[in-house]
């Protein structure tokens, strides 16, 4: 009898986490990594910052991708009370010690496009043979009063010039191992399939659906 309570209530515990995570907010105002976001998390409605009402520029100052993930989770469930997930993504370049890592989004300063970004890379790699970078991704979900990491990670190269017009960030540059494109090349459910933002969202995925 106790056994088989016990077990009608996982089951409506999941049920209940299944329909709560219907509707999850991604802490995020960029329209690119929303979209890209909704690509892979098919199963779910996605919903960004501003679609909850939220206009604030959350300030990420902590030194790692992970600190930085929990700070935006953070903000919207102490603000809003809703669960949540958050990511923060970095390029490390080896031949520069890890650089732009969490600065990677400002790289060429505060305001800077995608594109100046790009070339400040091309510009701090020239010369340099060594082009060997990894994309990380870190996503910080905060669900029922918990908070869960997720990582994902996809190994590259740095290329002299750019390729492809499609992605965003420094998806024109980035080839990742085993392939002759860029990024900016592939298509996106290509692209979902092996990069590092779609690593993360899946090990979420997979997690949601425990």
Do not use: W
């Amino acid at each position: 009898m106790g056994c088989d309570f016990r077990i009608r209530k996982e089951k409506m515990d999941k049920m209940e986490k299944m329909d709560k995570m219907d509707k999850i907010v991604f802490a995020t105002h960029n329209k690119n990594k929303l979209e890209e976001i909704r690509n892979i998390l098919t199963n779910y409605e996605v919903v960004g910052l501003r679609d909850i009402g939220c206009e604030t520029d959350i300030v990420e100052d902590s030194d790692t991708l992970q600190g930085n993930a929990k700070i935006k989770a953070d903000f919207v469930t102490n603000n809003y009370h809703l669960d949540c997930f958050a990511d923060d993504t970095g390029l490390e370049v080896e031949a520069l010690n890890g650089a732009p890592g969490v600065y990677s989004a400002r790289y060429a300063g505060e305001g800077c496009s995608y594109h100046d970004n790009v070339v400040k890379m091309l510009e701090a790699m020239k010369g340099i043979t060594n082009r060997k970078a990894r994309f990380r991704t870190v996503i910080a979900l905060n669900l029922n009063g918990k908070q869960y990491f997720f990582e994902g990670i996809v190994n590259g190269k740095i290329l002299e010039e750019e390729h492809g017009d499609g992605g965003f960030g420094y998806d024109p540059i980035f080839q990742p191992d085993g392939y002759d494109e860029t990024f900016a090349e592939m298509p996106m459910d290509i692209k979902n399939k092996i990069s590092h933002r779609g690593q993360a969202v899946q090990k979420l995925v997979e997690f949601l659906q425990l």
